[in-house]
């Protein structure tokens, strides 16, 4: 265990306050909101989009009293009970942090990278190796300069092997992760096009990608992927391929029914290994697992008879609606610790229920590690759980875990006879098992099944898009998020969570009914609804929800309303119209608002805000300019009649980013949130949701024959026909019929055949290698699919039915 003092000595540093020297260290954090071990956690204020720094007083608040910093910070000014380390990088100082941590073990590290594929061979080779070693393998995809990072600092004397994850996306990056990995063995997966806009070609990627491996004895890699005369002749080199120079060697690959029969050669042994994948991505990622085993010394009918026994594996967290109404945290690709913390977190960020509960198996190296255990209590003591439910062995120190349910079993069998009487409902439930446990069987139990078309949503990408967007305004102007329609079709509470955790200031709902769903799933904050009715004044009280008034006589029946029910000060957001022409009042009623405003005391005025027409449009940037001027007027004239201050806003998505000088003191977040970039000019934007659905069945038929109602698929070839569950009702509108719509499968565009059915329509596949089974994307591009029936993406967002199912996936 280190101490401030130790750390300091190590690195040669002098702390800039020191309190007391002996604190101990074992937690590193980088986010106030993230803290479950504060007497023993040491607070980076690094600077990434948000500036660390104005995050220590809430650390300081959360109990942490050990820093690292590189700005002068006022607010230790007077505090007697920190230490403080300042240095130059704080990024920095945690690397050379970790790294010192790193060199105190002697096992084998793997370190991999690649453009694809690094997280799947992590956690392939983990379940490859795992019968005889004890493996560590750094969390999730955490493969930044952070996540690499925070993966070290779990190293442990209990492993006997370790598998790092290294990415980049910029020049420079890789040798710092060196620097911190030291990788004795090297695995390049491949090199392909992702991230490239920032190098100059794929020879500079290449390039900076190999430097991960300067001081490896091994490398591990495709012999396509990399220049074997660019290799230090003192590292050996491990490669797989097609050629017989190849150690490992791709003979013959054959696919059917969704599985591939490979004949391959391990050193000079050749045999036959079937594998439930067929794509190129997942054989080569295998290749890379056979070529890493063999150099470990496996013999070729071990690594054969494990290679055919892995699954497909589902990376990411999954959020998914449950059965008895409650939230089911799929996380069970990996168990260990850190991934533990990981999906804890996020579950501590679920409102919805008032219960929490966690499935928990066995994890490797428990049993033997007792600082492992104390870890383990310490999460599971600091969480929100109410109810905990262990998978396992009973082990005598499980008695220290303070749950108030806990309930034991020893396999998972025993667990799923005995589900029924726990009574599962109304709660938010995470299911974190090792595979050999098999939890997807609880999962398959506990989810409402899914009928084949689903809408994906990436919570990360909507976390980063927000960032994004905060990264375009200044620190003390406030964001709203959208959050009308549903999150744009995305969801509400499981967004809403998301920005409530990531601290918004606002969110803004359509109608009343909206907003009390948001509050009856737990979100504590300020919601503004945009048309609020008469007959919903009741509600909008009751769940503190607070209406725009756009009218004379909205705004005395609100006043009546409250009059009645003897309430002041509620709060009221005013809409001015200036050129939108829907909801408002027009500048020149200013003066009428002002004086109903003074004579009464039921309603104060939160903010003040008008709605841009075409911000976004160049062509449109004069008329733009009028309105924001004559909102300015309206808002002095306001202020100086009312005699106080409120908020005023004008900019939506696109504003933010043409407009800054119309973010004044709170911008209005929307489609971009969602990962629409109308604007072309936000390079990294993330697609936040993908409509996905699958193939029911394929026919065979002769040119002539007609597909679909009213014969309007007139085939004029002989054509092979895939019919895919998705029709108008879901929200794929019926004039993507008649090879107007376009779906991907297996990476080729398939248009549609006929008219669109209400739950179903037909693609042609003809010539392509499609099976029964087969994922679809539906908008594989959804700019291109909204001009395509003459719309914008905000309409296909918004109409994809609320049957269709939503997972949310969090990495
Ligand atoms: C929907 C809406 C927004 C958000 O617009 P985007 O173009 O999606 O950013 C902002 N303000 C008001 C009043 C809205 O209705």
Request: charged share 20%; with cysteine; hydrophobic share 40%.
């Amino acid at each position: 265990m280190y101490t401030i003092k130790f750390i300091c000595e190590e690195l040669n540093i002098r702390p800039l306050i020191s309190n007391d020297l002996s604190s101990k260290i074992s937690e590193l954090v980088y986010d106030s909101r993230k803290v479950n071990n504060p007497d023993e956690s040491l607070f980076f204020a690094l600077k990434a989009t948000r500036d660390g720094h104005d995050f220590i007083p809430d650390a300081y608040k959360k109990g942490i009293r050990n820093f690292v910093i590189s700005n002068p910070v006022t607010f230790f000014e007077g505090k007697n009970d920190v230490n403080v380390i300042q240095v130059d990088n704080v990024l920095q100082f945690m690397q050379e942090l970790v790294a010192y941590h790193r060199n105190q073990f002697q096992y084998p590290i793997i370190g991999i990278t690649g453009s694809n594929g690094k997280s799947i061979v992590k956690a392939w080779l983990f379940q490859l190796l795992i019968p005889e070693k004890k493996v560590y393998q750094s969390p999730k995809s955490y493969n930044s300069q952070l996540g690499v990072a925070l993966s070290l600092w779990n190293l442990g004397p209990q492993y006997d092997l370790a598998i790092i994850e290294a990415g980049i996306s910029e020049p420079g990056e890789m040798s710092s992760l060196q620097k911190m990995i030291q990788p004795n063995i090297g695995i390049f997966t491949n090199i392909g096009v992702a991230h490239s806009q920032n190098f100059s070609s794929k020879q500079e990627k290449l390039k900076e990608k190999m430097k991960l491996f300067s001081q490896v004895d091994t490398l591990i890699a495709g012999s396509d992927y990399i220049d074997t005369e660019q290799i230090d002749a003192n590292i050996r080199l491990v490669t797989w391929g097609r050629t017989d120079r190849d150690q490992i060697q791709l003979i013959q690959e054959e696919t059917h029914n969704q599985l591939s029969k490979l004949k391959i050669r391990i050193g000079e042994v050749i045999c036959i290994c079937q594998v439930p994948f067929t794509d190129r991505a997942s054989i080569e990622n295998i290749m890379s697992c056979i070529a890493c085993m063999y150099f470990m010394g496996y013999d070729a009918e071990t690594i054969v008879e494990r290679i055919q026994n892995l699954k497909p594996l589902e990376m990411r967290l999954q959020l998914k609606k449950g059965i008895n109404n409650s939230s089911i945290i799929d996380d069970s690709y990996s168990n260990d610790l850190a991934s533990l913390k990981i999906s804890l977190e996020f579950l501590n960020q679920q409102n919805q229920h008032n219960s929490k509960t966690l499935i928990l198996s066995e994890m490797e190296g428990l049993a033997e590690s007792e600082k492992l255990q104390q870890k383990l209590i310490g999460l599971l003591n600091s969480s929100e759980l109410q109810k905990f439910i262990w998978v396992g062995n009973k082990y005598p120190w499980l008695k220290d875990i303070e749950i108030d349910l806990m309930k034991e079993y020893a396999t998972t069998e025993e667990f799923l006879e005995h589900l029924t009487e726990l009574n599962l409902s109304n709660e938010s439930i995470l299911i974190k098992g090792a595979r050999k446990f098999q939890f997807e069987r609880i999962v398959q139990r506990l989810a409402l099944r899914s009928h084949g078309t689903v809408l994906e949503i990436n919570l990360n990408a909507i976390s980063n898009n927000l960032m994004l967007y905060r990264s375009l305004i200044p620190k003390n102007v406030k964001l709203m998020a959208m959050v009308k329609a549903f999150s744009y079709g995305s969801g509400s509470f499981e967004v809403a969570n998301l920005l409530q955790f990531s601290k918004v200031d606002y969110l803004t709902v359509a109608f009343a009914d909206e907003g009390v769903e948001l509050r009856t799933a737990g979100i504590a904050l300020p919601i503004m609804v945009l048309s609020p009715d008469r007959d919903t004044f009741q509600s909008l009280i009751q769940h503190n929800l607070e209406p725009e008034v756009y009218s004379m006589d909205f705004l005395h029946e609100f006043i009546e309303f409250l009059e009645e029910q003897k309430i002041n000060d509620f709060k009221i957001h005013l809409k001015l119209d200036t050129g939108m022409h829907r909801l408002g009042f027009f500048p020149s009623e200013i003066d009428a608002v002002v004086e109903k405003l003074k004579s009464q005391k039921q309603v104060r005025v939160q903010s003040f805000f008008t709605h841009l027409v075409a911000s976004g449009d160049p062509n449109q940037d004069e008329f733009t300019t009028s309105q924001i001027s004559s909102y300015l007027t309206a808002a002095q004239k306001l202020e100086h009649g009312l005699g106080y201050k409120f908020i005023k806003h004008v900019a939506n998505t696109s504003a933010i980013v043409r407009w800054p000088q119309a973010h004044l003191d709170m911008v209005r977040l929307g489609i971009g949130l969602y990962g629409v970039d109308m604007d072309k000019n936000l390079m990294n934007l993330e697609q936040v949701s993908c409509l996905k659905t699958t193939v029911t069945q394929i026919k065979e038929l002769p040119a002539g024959e007609t597909v679909g109602y009213d014969r309007k698929g007139v085939l004029n070839r002989d054509s092979k026909i895939a019919t895919v569950k998705i029709g108008y009702a879901d929200g794929y509108a019926r004039r993507f019929g008649n090879s107007v719509g376009k779906m991907q499968i297996n990476g080729f565009l398939a248009p549609t055949v006929g008219n669109i059915c209400m739950d179903m329509c037909m693609l042609d596949v003809t010539g392509q290698d499609v099976q029964v089974g087969d994922e679809v994307l539906v908008f594989p591009d959804l700019m291109q699919a909204a001009s395509d029936i003459g719309t914008i993406p905000y309409e296909l967002l918004v109409n994809i039915s609320s049957r269709v199912k939503r997972v949310y996936y969090y990495e």
